[in-house]
């Protein structure tokens, strides 16, 4: 069995048109998961074993829609396939039996660990907003966004280790918005290629920067005062989140807290570089991700102790 990433899989009449078992559906998720990002795999050994396959069931969902939104190069073509996406996922939620090997995996999750479906249908909405809306007006359109973008993820990730509380979700809500907000930043010039920018127009505005700048990879001293801002609220969001790890079981406290360091270390790069992210995209080294893994465990290991 051949096994494929999502667009590539939409234009294969054999698999597409196959019938899939659980067993089948549960290899390519957990195919699709360790396939596609070098770091998603060691992450997850950071967790029990036993919700590996899980996290790799809502990792699959959550890479098609992505790529769906991303991968097609035609917006309306998107659009169309994420509203499929988001057809099989409400009736999966309505009692069809599904036959896309992802719903198939991802179903025994939900009936495991009873999900509601708001999770999902907003991280579809994320993707579908990406194809209409490519400005925003103010954090507070910022951060509506990473609502949808970010926040479901880290809830599902607490839902799946038995937390649902409102008090520990406010606290992931700041750190997967946090997370959005740095890999924004970083990916600046990566999104004027697809005309989408996450700055909001009144931090331009306020600091008198034109989006021409932007788009003729001008790094102005206004616009070195817009990031100078952008990196200090995500900043203060990683912050506001950083308690998250000392109110989860261990393993789940170490993924938080590396997650965590790993946004804020990319602003620190940005920081290094004068905040210019139009001429060179900041970026963590392999020897930078070891350190922050064994800060994060030595950081957990005292919190323990005492």
Known sequence: ???LQPIPFLRSPEASGRQWSLTD?????RWLATHHYENFHVVSLLLPKRLHQDFFNVYAFCRWADDLGDETGDPEESLRLLE????ELRALYAGDPPSHPVFVALAETIRRHDLPIE????????FIQDQTITRYRDWDHVLDYCRRSANPVGRLVLMLCGY???ARFRLSDATCSALQLANFWQD???DLEKDRIYLPCHLLDRHGCCEEDLFARRCTPAFRRVMRDAVDYAQALFEQGLPLSGMVDRRLAL?????????????DKIRAQNYDVLSSRPAISKSERAMLFLRSLARLAFRRAA
């Open 1 to 3: 069995m051949e096994l």
């Open 164 to 166: 649902r509380d409102e």
């Open 255 to 267: 993924d938080i807290d590396l997650f965590s360091r790993g946004g804020m270390k990319v602003l």
């Open 84 to 87: 499929w996406w988001r057809g």
């Open 119 to 126: 999770p999902f249908d907003d991280l579809i909405e994320a």
């Open 25 to 29: 559906s549960l290899q390519y998720t």
């Open 188 to 190: 600046v010039a990566v």
